[in-house]
Structure formats: structure tokens, C-alpha cells
């Protein structure tokens, strides 16, 4: 057929059109015209939260990076001119952990031995992969950014900025130097820092349970009975706790224990814990030499439990953070007994032994000596690392620190200034910051930020605030430097600012969250005199892009971001650590409004692991359902509850969509038999012509949805957006083409041009949403138009009128009035092609004017408004409220409602037995008499009058044959506009006095009466 519309396939390919799509974007340079367009506009400020390139994108980093593009685009739309910058983290223990995992390192050891600067090439190597792959993945995902201008943490401009900001601590005075007691990942030698702690998985883990004997010296046969997890930690004791204000007993086998865990004990003596503070006794290994010269005694503690154990605690303090705590204040010798790998130092008689290897020896030993009362096994939750899954402990060992005291105030101030999206996440961001710790910055590791400290022995600490400063200090090695990198830094001599000493830089690197927290000051140029073209592309970053150092002058212009998002999570990790430098460097937050969001889980709402067999592939999900139908699944999602993605809720997303498409194929299906052509100005006025109700209705509909999806956008819900869509697609397809199908068929332009100006705004509207079906459906529908840009998104936001109010709430009356009546049919099981003679509305007064078209849907002779005398009420009593207030009354009443002796009264109550029951008090139920279907619900009920006659009989028969007839020539591949001679049954012969209107409705030219089936031949 041809006309000016391509024709739709029956139904879309999202993957097929998607490419399709993401081609005419790449020809005709869709996204650099949109920036074009908006250059100078009014600024909309993004930045962008790094995604890990370590490795290819899953689907829940898919949720974030479809909601960052879903809101940009709309401000894009809006005119709003944005940056666009996409950006990588590059270092670190996550790079780290891979490249070990591939090349098959597993200990520092192994990667001293493989070579510093070698393995430094692998982790870059594997960064420059997979921040290719993960931008092939955005760009299938329609994520338009500045691919060719991303940030890298790992360039030498961002290391240098995270160095001044350490500078800038170290001169308030809040670096130090920490011996502490530190959470320890034993296989990847580092500590962990609280926010990684948070990270990390508590798994069930099996791991010994022990009671031990503390014989009390000077006691003789008495000693303290202790419990105790980690057997490795024994060697390492130097206290017992009790709690002072606990009592506890001597058990008739000599030990002492809380009497609330023994309380049946046959106590020899009783004490109560402040009288044994003070006894010594003789520790568990006293024998090997680490133990030398220690003196074992009993300590008091308020914290000692006594729910579990026997409520007197072993306390070591080189293995265990409150032990540590507990030997500064009662001055405990500390002895640490495990090397970076989580193996017994020497001194501590297990030479070498693993924490879990350690366990049958000790227990074996104290067996052997009589100082094991019991030994069994305990499942509990126990935190592992956040990185590689290896249980954590604990080592006392030096690290970095910034002390979190003095920003504690500031930074809670500024979290006032920050609008957060859902808002209940303000306070857990309060939270956080009231209760977190000193930042541990320090990590014991290679490829990462080289912390710039040099302690000198003289006192001096010296920090390094750029490259330039290094190199003026620089003695020698400076040379050998390509980047500001291990093992080259380390190259490095620096002279002592004090005493002229040559130093060396400390080994360590620092916290991946350093890295991304300065994002928001070094992407934008923060204190940078003047523009350096490709200033981001040096370093380890060099050849990988092209990014821009701005000046200050920008800085000023872009920051803070006028909006952020990322997962939940973050509040520890990323929005804490940009609040932390940006706080600290300028003295405000980096960002004014967040939008996060939970957890992604499977569509069973389990976890996806790969070995469970249910994670989603991003590349699988991408060709199987389409962007468009993830980016749905995404956005429809009430950002404050977990998500449950999966091709379940994929499926039902399609054939949701579908309904669209077979919206916008009804529409270019008629519109290309009837030549009828669109104009581009109906989208600026609305639809030109003479207007019939249903019109003017359906443009004040489509007004209402730019309205209501405007106030969505606006207040990052993008949930609302996809409701409000799909509420307005329901309007479009299920009443008005419903409504109007006959004056498509006769070429109604009013109607063409109505249905279009629907469809196409609200591709508008929707395309933030699922870019790759909206900019297909712009092309198909909106690109006949003379003047349309060659995208939606080259269109704008569609003007936004006010709808006709009253209109609307007239039909929403109308339409609940229809739907009762379809309810009413379906109960009474009389199909709606049967006529019936009339339906009577009560309620639902705005309906009023609109009988006809109620009578026409619901194939009714009449319509009346009035009170519905075709039911019966049965009315009951609210036991729960009722019950309480009438209390004896309660069974007359419940008998006069039963035998229908009540009163209506005025507000929806009734009266009965003396009573006046209010309508919550009671139960109300309609039901039709006889010969009659009733519906009810929200005060609007509809009586049909079920009864039927010889004509309204035959008139039903005619309908039946219609849709028959219909159904065989759709069957038959027939085209809509094929004219057909037909014949029908004999036995239908009486349907003949409807000849004209039978012709009419299935395009017969000829009709007539023989034989017992249907028959038609095409003419
Ligand atoms: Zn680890
Ligand atoms: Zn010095």
C-alpha cells in the first residue's frame, strides 16, 4: 500500500532495531548535534561515580548507568548544557586481586618475585581492556557520554591532586601514624579499613570453640575457665577480663565461672568479679619465648558478656581490636603474632602455621598439658574480605590515618545542604558520618596512589603536594620516573626539609576511595591557573584518553554537581569520600542532589552468583531483551526497595510495549490508506480542526501526561515516568482508538492528526526512558512531518499546556462507569456483542453527558442516571468496630440488618434496631434481582438490565456473525480494504433484514443466504 508512512513489522525486534537505531546515531551524529544545540544553555552539572575498569559490566551497574543517562537526557532535552564525562577507577586491590588472579600469583611474595613494574603493566593493561569493553556495553546500553574524554584515576593529574589534599591535612594537623589494631585480609596483606569492612560478606563459617583452664597461681587448684574461637590467639595472652559487677562461682571441679552461664553450678565459693581484678595465673603458652617475662593477670570490663562463654574473656592484645583498647588503659604488653600473611611469627611456637592450621596443635598441646576442659566446634557469622572472600583478622601494625574529628562537624553541615532522593537517605549519610572512624588510607599493596610521605628519623614528617615539589626535592632517581607509579616513585630521593637527611618514600599505597574521592575537584580543574589540552592523559593514563585539565574558571562553573547517583552503598564508600576532600579542600559538598537505589536481585529475589547459576550477563541481556526493555525494567523501579531483574519481568515489559506499537501500526496502517499526511505545527498548538469531545479529550490526556512526567523528572522518580506512561498508553489504546476505529476507517483527518499529536509527544516524553524505541517511533511517525528534527532527542521537551481538567474528570467518571458495566456483564456470563436493553448509573455524576458514548461501549439501548432499584442491599456489621461500641445491642442489630429491617441514611450509614450505624460501621453488598447484573465499588454502581426480546435477541446474532465473518478474513490474509462476496447459513436467513449494515462492517459487496457454513470469496 503505499502512502508516506513506512509500515511497521507486527511486532518490534528491540535487539534489531536497537542496532539499527545506534547506526543512524553513529551516520548522522545525533549525540554531537544534541550538544551542539544546548551549547551555552543553562548548565546542568553531572559527575559521574568511576565504575571499576576491571572487568565487563553486570547488570546491576547497567541499573546506575541507565538511570545517569535517563536524566541526562532529559535535561538534554530540557536545553540544559551538560559535560558528559564518563569515568574509570583504575587502582587499587580490585585491580590488583584480578591481574594476580590471572597470572596466577597468590601472595605478595609472588608478586615481588614477578617484578614491580611488570606487574604494574598487567594491571594497566587489564584497565585499558576492560574500559573498552565496559564502554562498548554503555553504548549498547544508549548511554550517551564523551567516550573519548573519560577520567582516569590512575593519571598522574589525579594522583597529584589527591597529594595536595594530604598535604592539606597533614598541615591541620590530622595525619598521623597509626599503631593500631587493624581488621587484616591475611591472603591480600593488607588491612582493611572500616567503609571495606562494611563491604565485605559476613559468611557462616565453622571455626573451633574451646574452654580453657587459667590455673591461679597462689590459688592452688583453682583457675579460671575461659572460652575462646580463634585458638591461634592464645599464644598471644596476657590478660583474663571479668566484669566487675558480675558474680561468679567455683565449681566443684576447681573453676571459676559467671554464675549466669553456670547458674546450676554447685558453687564451692562465690566472688563477685571486682574481688579476682588483681589475681595472676599462669598463662596457656608461658613456655615459648614470645610469652618471656609476661605477667598474667585479671582485668576488669565492662563490656564482658554473659550470655555466651563463661563471662571471663582471654584477652590478647596483639590479635583483637578491643584487647588493644584494653592494654592501653591497663598497660598490657601487646605481642602480635602474626606476619602479613596471617602465619605464626617466630617466638610463637607454631612456626609458620596458617590461623586455621594452628588450631589442632594448640588444642592437641593443651590437651597434652591438662589445660583443655573442652573442645567442639562453633558455626557463626564472620566477616571476610570485601575483595577476595578470605576470612579477615586482626594484626596490630602501623598504618596511615586522617583523623575524621575535626571534619565530623563540617561535613554533617554540609549533608544539610544535600537533597537526597528517596530522603530517608540523608540520615543514614548522617549516620555514617557520626559514628565513622579515623580514615585508614594506607594499604600494604603495589599498583595504587603512592602515599607522598617521608618520615625522617629527625622528627620531620615530609608530604609531597605535587610532582613539581618532588622534583625540586628530588636528590637523584627523578629521572627514571615515567609515572607516578610503584616501583618508580620509590626510585626517589627526597631531602629532609628539617635536617637535610635523605629519605625515601614510606612502601605503602593508599585507599582505593582517594582515587575517586578528588574526582569532583581534579576532573574540573579545582585551583588550575590555566587550561592543559589532554591534561587527564598522562601517566598511567596516557594514550587511553583525551581528557582536558580545566581552569579554575570552570571549576567554578561546574561544581558542586547538580546531581549524583549511585547504589546505596556509596554513602560509605564514594559520596563519603567526595564529602571528605571536597569538605576539607573547599569547605563544601561536591554535590546538591542524590538519587540512589538498592540492591539488583534476581527476578526470585535471591542474589545472582555466577556459580548459583542465576547472575544475567549484561551482553546476553542486551541481545535477548533489549536496552530499551532493561532501561523499563530499571527505571520502573521504586529506587528505595531492592530490584528483581530478570526475563520474567523482561517479557512483560515487551508485551507491555507492544501495546505502542500496535498503537503507533494502527495509525500508519490507516493513515497510509486514507493519504493522509502529518503536520509538525500540531505538536506546538495541538491538533488543527474541529475537535469532537473524544479529541479534545485525548489532547488534554496527553497534556496531563508531559505534565505529570515533567514533575517525575524533576524529582529523579523515575518510577513515576513509567506509571505515568503506562496509564496514558492504556488511555490511548484501550479508549480512545477503541472509541474511534470507525473514523480512522472513513479518513477522519481530525482524528489522524489527534491519535498522531498523542503518540508522538509521548514518544517525546518516554525517550529519557528507552532512547532506542522512541527515537524508531520518532523516525517512523514524526519524520513525514515537514520541519521534524531527524531525533526525538533533537526535538526538545514537548510544551507543556494545561489539559482541559473537567474534561478529564468527566471521562475518568465515564470510563469507571464502563468498566462496572463490563464487570456486570462478565459476572451475569453475557458476552458484551450481545445488545441489552438498558443500564442505569448511580453516582458517577460527570458521566452524565456522555451517555451516548456508555451506551455505545457497553452495546446498551439507553443509559439513565438515577438510583439503582434493580438490587438488593445487604448490609452487614463491622464485627471489629461494631462488636466493642454496641456490645448486648450488637445481636438485634445483626438480626434487623439480616432480615433487612434498616434505614438509608443520608453519608452512606444506615439505622437499624434503634441504632445509627455510620458507614464504616457496616458492609455493604449489592446484588442484582433477578433478571438484573449490578457492579459497585467506590460509590458509582451500574444495573444492567439482563432481560432480552426477539430484536435485541437477533441484533446479538448479527455482532456474532460480523466478528466471525471478520475472524475468517483475517484468517484468510485478506488486506484491510479487500472487498469480498459473501455467503451465509441458511439458517441465518432472518439476519438478512440487517443486510446493509452486515456489508458495511465486513466490506461485502454481495451477501446472501445458502448452505450450512460461511463463505467468502475475495473480488
Ligand atoms: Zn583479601
Ligand atoms: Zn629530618
Known amino acids: 500500500m503505499p502512502g508516506i508512512f513506512s509500515p511497521f513489522a507486527d511486532k518490534p525486534n528491540h535487539n534489531g532495531l536497537e542496532l539499527e537505531i545506534l547506526e543512524r546515531w553513529d551516520d548522522e551524529?545525533?549525540?554531537?548535534?544534541?550538544?551542539?544545540?544546548?551549547?551555552?544553555?543553562?548548565?546542568?552539572?553531572?559527575?559521574?561515580?568511576?565504575?571499576?575498569?576491571?572487568?565487563?559490566?553486570?547488570?546491576?551497574?547497567?541499573?546506575?548507568?541507565?538511570?545517569k543517562d535517563v536524566f541526562q537526557r532529559y535535561k538534554a532535552l530540557r536545553g540544559f548544557d551538560q559535560r558528559y564525562q564518563n569515568g574509570f577507577d583504575c587502582q587499587g586491590l580490585w585491580v590488583e586481586v584480578e591481574v594476580e588472579k590471572s597470572l596466577g600469583l597468590?601472595?605478595?611474595?609472588?608478586?615481588?618475585?614477578?617484578?614491580?613494574?611488570?606487574?604494574?603493566?598487567?594491571?594497566?593493561?587489564?584497565?585499558?581492556?576492560?574500559?573498552?569493553?565496559?564502554?562498548?556495553?554503555?553504548?549498547?546500553?544508549?548511554?550517551?557520554?564523551?567516550?573519548?574524554?573519560d577520567y582516569y584515576t590512575f593519571s598522574d593529574t589525579n594522583i597529584e591532586y589527591i597529594w595536595r589534599f594530604l598535604k592539606a591535612t597533614h598541615e591541620r594537623g590530622w595525619l598521623y601514624k597509626g599503631h593500631r589494631s587493624t581488621v587484616w585480609c591475611p591472603r591480600c596483606g593488607t588491612s582493611i579499613s572500616q567503609h571495606e569492612l562494611f563491604a565485605g560478606e559476613y559468611k557462616e563459617l565453622e571455626h573451633p570453640s574451646l574452654f580453657v583452664k587459667f590455673p591461679l597461681k597462689d590459688r592452688d587448684g583453682e583457675s579460671l575457665s575461659v572460652w575462646t574461637t580463634t585458638p591461634w590467639t592464645l599464644p598471644a595472652n596476657v590478660a583474663a577480663a571479668v566484669h566487675p559487677d558480675a558474680d561468679y562461682v567455683l565449681r566443684s571441679d576447681g573453676t571459676w565461672i559467671a554464675k549466669?552461664?553456670?547458674?546450676?553450678?554447685?558453687?564451692?565459693?562465690?566472688?563477685?568479679?571486682?574481688?579476682?581484678?588483681?589475681?595472676?595465673?599462669?598463662?596457656?603458652?608461658?613456655?615459648?619465648?614470645?610469652?618471656?617475662?609476661?605477667?598474667?593477670?585479671?582485668?576488669?570490663?565492662?563490656?564482658?558478656?554473659?550470655?555466651?562463654?563463661?563471662?571471663?574473656?582471654?584477652?590478647?592484645?596483639?590479635?583483637?581490636?578491643?584487647?588493644?583498647?584494653?592494654?592501653?588503659?591497663?598497660?598490657?604488653?601487646?605481642?602480635?603474632?602474626?606476619?602479613?600473611a596471617g602465619r605464626m611469627?617466630?617466638?610463637?611456637?607454631?612456626?609458620?602455621?596458617?590461623?586455621?592450621?594452628?588450631?589442632?596443635?594448640?588444642?592437641?598441646?593443651?590437651?597434652?598439658?591438662?589445660?583443655?576442659?573442652?573442645?567442639?566446634t562453633i558455626v557463626h557469622r564472620y566477616p571476610t574480605c570485601w575483595r577476595c572472600g578470605t576470612p579477615l583478622v586482626f594484626r596490630v601494625v602501623d598504618d596511615w590515618f586522617i583523623s575524621a574529628e575535626e571534619i565530623r562537624q563540617p561535613?554533617?553541615?554540609?549533608?544539610?545542604?544535600?537533597?537526597?532522593?528517596?530522603?530517608?537517605?540523608?540520615?543514614?549519610?548522617?549516620?555514617?558520618?557520626?559514628n565513622m572512624d579515623d580514615w585508614n588510607i594506607s594499604r600494604k599493596r603495589y599498583f595504587g596512589l603512592p602515599l607522598p610521605f617521608y618520615p625522617c628519623e629527625c622528627g620531620e614528617l615530609n608530604v609531597i603536594g605535587s610532582r613539581a615539589e618532588l622534583e625540586a626535592r628530588a636528590v637523584r632517581g627523578i629521572d627514571q620516573l615515567v609515572e607516578l607509579h610503584r616501583p618508580w616513585?620509590?626510585?626517589?630521593?627526597?631531602?629532609?626539609?628539617?635536617?637535610?637527611?635523605?629519605?625515601?618514600?614510606?612502601?605503602?599505597?593508599?585507599?582505593?576511595?582517594?582515587?575517586?574521592?578528588?574526582?569532583?575537584?581534579?576532573?574540573?580543574?579545582?585551583?588550575?591557573?590555566?587550561?592543559?589540552?589532554?591534561?587527564?592523559?598522562?601517566?598511567?593514563?596516557?594514550?587511553?584518553?583525551?581528557?582536558?585539565?580545566?581552569?579554575?574558571?570552570?571549576?567554578?562553573?561546574?561544581?558542586?554537581?547538580?546531581?549524583?547517583?549511585?547504589?546505596?552503598e556509596q554513602i560509605r564508600l564514594w559520596f563519603y569520600s567526595i564529602s571528605f576532600m571536597a569538605v576539607t579542600l573547599v569547605g563544601r559538598s561536591p554535590y546538591r542532589r542524590v538519587l540512589t537505589y538498592e540492591k539488583l536481585l534476581d527476578e526470585t529475589g535471591r542474589e545472582m552468583h555466577r556459580s548459583w547459576g542465576n547472575a544475567i550477563e549484561v551482553d546476553e541481556a542486551l541481545e535477548r531483551m533489549g536496552a530499551d526493555v532493561m532501561r523499563w525494567q530499571y527505571c520502573s523501579q521504586p529506587s528505595s526497595?531492592?530490584?528483581?531483574f530478570g526475563y520474567g519481568p523482561g517479557y512483560e515489559i515487551q508485551r507491555r510495549l507492544l501495546t505502542l506499537w500496535n498503537s503507533a501500526k494502527f495509525l500508519v496502517d490507516y493513515a497510509n490508506i486514507g493519504s493522509w499526511t502529518p503536520t509538525w505545527q500540531d505538536l506546538e498548538g495541538g491538533p488543527a480542526g474541529e475537535l469532537q469531545p473524544l479529541d479534545r479529550w485525548l489532547v488534554a490526556r496527553t497534556n496531563a501526561l508531559v505534565t505529570e512526567a515533567a514533575a517525575a523528572y524533576e524529582s529523579w522518580v523515575s518510577v513515576n515516568v513509567s506509571r505515568a506512561f503506562d496509564a496514558f498508553l492504556e488511555d490511548v489504546s484501550n479508549w480512545y482508538i477503541r472509541r474511534s476505529r470507525r473514523r480512522f476507517w472513513d479518513g477522519d483527518e481530525v482524528a489522524f492528526r489527534t491519535l498522531w499529536f498523542a503518540l508522538v509527544q509521548?514518544?517525546?516524553?518516554?525517550?529519557?526512558?528507552?532512547?532506542?524505541?522512541?527515537?524508531?517511533?520518532?523516525?517512523?511517525?514524526?519524520?513525514?512531518?515537514?520541519?521534524?528534527?531527524?531525533?526525538?532527542?533533537?526535538?526538545?521537551?514537548?510544551?507543556?499546556?494545561?489539559?482541559?481538567?473537567?474534561?478529564?474528570?468527566?471521562?475518568?467518571?465515564?470510563?469507571?462507569?464502563?468498566?462496572?458495566?463490563?464487570?456486570?456483564?462478565?459476572?451475569?456470563?453475557?458476552?458484551?456483542?450481545?445488545?441489552?436493553?438498558?443500564?442505569?448509573?448511580?453516582?458517577?455524576?460527570?458521566?452524565?453527558?456522555?451517555?451516548?458514548?456508555?451506551?455505545?461501549?457497553?452495546?446498551?439501548?439507553?443509559?439513565?442516571?438515577?438510583?439503582?432499584?434493580?438490587?438488593?442491599?445487604?448490609?452487614?456489621?463491622?464485627?471489629?468496630?461494631?462488636?466493642?461500641?454496641?456490645?448486648?445491642?450488637?445481636?438485634?442489630?445483626?438480626?434487623?440488618?439480616?432480615?433487612?429491617?434498616?434505614?438509608?441514611?443520608?453519608?452512606?450509614?444506615?439505622?437499624?434496631?434503634?441504632?445509627?450505624?455510620?458507614?464504616?460501621?457496616?458492609?455493604?453488598?449489592?446484588?442484582?434481582?433477578?433478571?438484573?447484573a449490578v457492579a459497585s465499588a467506590d460509590g458509582v454502581t451500574v444495573a444492567l438490565d439482563l432481560r432480552l426480546d426477539e430484536e435485541l435477541e437477533r441484533t446479538g446474532r448479527v455482532y456474532d456473525l460480523i466478528h466471525e465473518v471478520n475472524s475468517l478474513r483475517k484468517a484468510m490474509g485478506l488486506e484491510l480494504t479487500d472487498r469480498i462476496e459473501l455467503t451465509i447459513p441458511e439458517r441465518l436467513t432472518d439476519l438478512l433484514e440487517h443486510r446493509a449494515w452486515i456489508a458495511r462492517e465486513t466490506l461485502a459487496t454481495s451477501l446472501e443466504a445458502a448452505g450450512d457454513e460461511i463463505r467468502i470469496e475475495k473480488t
Open 762 to 932: 509521548g514518544v517525546r516524553v518516554i525517550s529519557p526512558v528507552m532512547p532506542f524505541l522512541a527515537d524508531y517511533l520518532w523516525r517512523k511517525l514524526a519524520s513525514p512531518a515537514e520541519g521534524a528534527p531527524s531525533s526525538v532527542f533533537l526535538a526538545g521537551w514537548p510544551e507543556e499546556a494545561t489539559g482541559d481538567a473537567e474534561l478529564l474528570d468527566e471521562v475518568a467518571d465515564v470510563r469507571r462507569v464502563v468498566e462496572l458495566g463490563r464487570q456486570a456483564r462478565a459476572h451475569a456470563g453475557v458476552k458484551l456483542r450481545q445488545p441489552l436493553r438498558s443500564l442505569v448509573v448511580e453516582g458517577a455524576a460527570l458521566a452524565r453527558g456522555h451517555a451516548g458514548e456508555i451506551a455505545d461501549e457497553l452495546r446498551v439501548n439507553e443509559v439513565d442516571f438515577g438510583e439503582v432499584e434493580a438490587s438488593e442491599l445487604r448490609v452487614k456489621a463491622n464485627l471489629p468496630l461494631l462488636g466493642p461500641k454496641l456490645g448486648r445491642d450488637l445481636a438485634a442489630v445483626r438480626k434487623a440488618l439480616e432480615e433487612g429491617a434498616f434505614e438509608k441514611l443520608p453519608g452512606g450509614g444506615f439505622r437499624a434496631a434503634g441504632h445509627d450505624l455510620s458507614a464504616d460501621e457496616v458492609l455493604v453488598e449489592r446484588r442484582g434481582k433477578e433478571g438484573f
Open 641 to 644: 526497595q531492592n530490584l528483581l
Open 345 to 376: 611469627l617466630p617466638g610463637f611456637g607454631f612456626d609458620r602455621l596458617s590461623t586455621d592450621e594452628v588450631a589442632e596443635p594448640v588444642i592437641n598441646d593443651l590437651r597434652h598439658r591438662g589445660l583443655l576442659l573442652e573442645a567442639g
Open 260 to 340: 549466669a552461664l553456670d547458674p546450676e553450678a554447685d558453687a564451692v565459693r562465690t566472688a563477685r568479679g571486682a574481688d579476682l581484678v588483681g589475681l595472676e595465673y599462669e598463662g596457656p603458652f608461658d613456655h615459648l619465648p614470645a610469652q618471656k617475662g609476661v605477667v598474667h593477670r585479671v582485668i576488669p570490663w565492662g563490656d564482658v558478656v554473659l550470655d555466651e562463654g563463661t563471662g571471663i574473656v582471654h584477652i590478647a592484645p596483639g590479635a583483637g581490636a578491643e584487647d588493644f583498647e584494653l592494654s592501653r588503659i591497663h598497660d598490657l604488653p601487646v605481642l602480635a603474632p602474626l606476619d602479613e
Open 106 to 149: 597468590n601472595s605478595k611474595r609472588e608478586i615481588e618475585e614477578y617484578g614491580l613494574a611488570e606487574f604494574a603493566e598487567r594491571c594497566k593493561e587489564r584497565v585499558a581492556k576492560f574500559s573498552e569493553v565496559i564502554t562498548e556495553q554503555s553504548r549498547r546500553l544508549g548511554m550517551w557520554m564523551d567516550w573519548d574524554n
Open 29 to 67: 551524529g545525533t549525540f554531537a548535534s544534541l550538544r551542539e544545540l544546548n551549547r551555552g544553555g543553562p548548565r546542568f552539572s553531572f559527575i559521574d561515580g568511576p565504575i571499576t575498569a576491571n572487568n565487563p559490566m553486570g547488570v546491576h551497574h547497567a541499573w546506575g548507568r541507565t538511570l
Open 489 to 568: 616513585i620509590d626510585e626517589v630521593v627526597i631531602r629532609c626539609a628539617a635536617c637535610d637527611r635523605e629519605l625515601r618514600r614510606v612502601p605503602e599505597v593508599g585507599d582505593a576511595w582517594l582515587d575517586a574521592g578528588i574526582v569532583p575537584l581534579a576532573t574540573l580543574g579545582w585551583q588550575n591557573e590555566t587550561t592543559v589540552p589532554h591534561g587527564h592523559a598522562n601517566g598511567a593514563a596516557q594514550g587511553l584518553s583525551g581528557a582536558d585539565l580545566p581552569d579554575n574558571a570552570y571549576w567554578e562553573e561546574w561544581f558542586p554537581a547538580d546531581w549524583i547517583s549511585e547504589m546505596r
Open 411 to 434: 561535613m554533617l553541615e554540609a549533608n544539610r545542604t544535600v537533597e537526597w532522593t528517596p530522603d530517608f537517605y540523608s540520615k543514614r549519610m548522617d549516620d555514617w558520618l557520626r
